[in-house]
């Protein structure tokens, strides 16, 4: 009776110890999958991260954007500002006082159109917004002054105290500031879609025309936005309309001609002599950057203004 005892009991403990084993294990192995399932969805997570993280927030549909959204209302305007201010320069017959009342009603108008459409997603797109709304502001409140001013001055005069006025100012630093912002953005946009292109580059006074000429052409147009910024020069061309005549006057043979051994030394003759107009990068395109990377926008086109 005992031996039976001990028999059955013998089995019962051997069946609670291989149930338990079972059971360790299943719970051993639950933790493994739960492990796995948990790292595979840290891992896919991770992935989605990283993916989101390298697409650059300057995209050609971001740049084209800017362009019609903001730039170009900020164009418009400039346009009629140089048109008025040509016009009093070459002694034309004008009448100021409206003429600038016309001019502060149409950056008001600007102004407005720029700020319809959030760029705030691209950094750099959204602070050339900023500033361009800002400098359209500012040439509302300049334009006001110059008409009053209008009533007592006249011509060259009129033109002196518009240049002095703190809302000029104001106007073309922040014009320029947005500017050289579109142009790092799409300096950007060109690293993100080549890697050998560096995504920044700082403007220096000694850069030789040797390194120059081994620069991507979205690098030298964001070093002419920068050394526009540092001039306060706001002008009727752009930035790299600069850029291709720095480049033709070191083709042609003129810069070693006048010894000329940087960039920075072309850039100042170029300026001081008015030698810059708008509309010179796309005469120079199909010669010189017919194969170069740049974002598909109107201004680098053989139409642009």
């Known amino acids: 009776m005992e031996k039976k005892l001990s028999a059955n009991a ?3 403990s051997i069946g609670f110890v291989f149930m338990l084993a079972c059971s360790v294990g299943a719970f051993f192995y639950g933790i493994e999958v739960g492990a796995d399932r948990t ?3 840290y891992e896919a997570e991770k992935a989605s991260a990283e993916a989101k993280k390298s697409v650059s927030p300057y995209q050609q549909q971001d740049l084209v954007s800017f362009y019609h ?3 170009l209302p900020y164009r418009e305007f400039q346009n009629e500002w140089f048109s008025a201010v040509n016009k009093l320069s070459q002694g034309e017959s004008i009448d100021a006082s409206s003429a ?3 001019l502060s009603n149409l950056a008001k108008n600007k102004a407005s159109e720029a700020s319809s459409f959030n760029m705030q997603n691209s950094p750099l797109l959204g602070e050339a917004q900023v500033a361009y709304i800002r400098s359209l502001k500012s040439f509302a409140d300049a334009a006001s ?3 009053s001013s209008s009533k ?3 011509g060259d005069e009129l033109l002196q105290l518009i240049a002095k006025e703190k809302n000029y100012i104001t106007a073309t630093a922040q014009s320029l500031t947005a500017q050289q912002a579109y142009y790092d953005a799409m300096l950007k946009w060109s690293a ?3 890697v050998e292109i560096p995504s920044e580059y700082k403007l220096s006074a000694k850069l030789d025309l040797a390194k120059w000429d081994t620069l991507p052409i979205t690098v030298k147009n964001k070093l002419m936005a920068d050394s526009l910024l540092s001039r306060k020069q706001i002008t009727t061309f752009y930035p790299h309309d600069l850029t291709s005549r720095v480049d033709e ?3 042609s043979g003129q810069a070693a001609k006048m010894k000329l051994g940087t960039v920075s030394q072309i850039v100042e003759l170029l300026l001081d002599t008015d030698a810059v107009r708008s509309g010179d990068f796309a005469d120079s395109h199909a010669k010189l950057y017919k194969k170069t990377l740049l974002p598909q926008l109107p201004f680098f086109s053989a139409n642009a203004d």
């Open 10 to 12: 013998m089995l019962y």
């Open 39 to 41: 790292e595979s969805r």
């Open 69 to 71: 959204t903001v730039f």
């Open 100 to 102: 600038f009342k016309e």
């Open 145 to 147: 002054q110059a008409a």
């Open 152 to 154: 007592s001055a006249k």
């Open 192 to 194: 993100s879609v080549n």
């Open 249 to 251: 006057f070191i083709i």
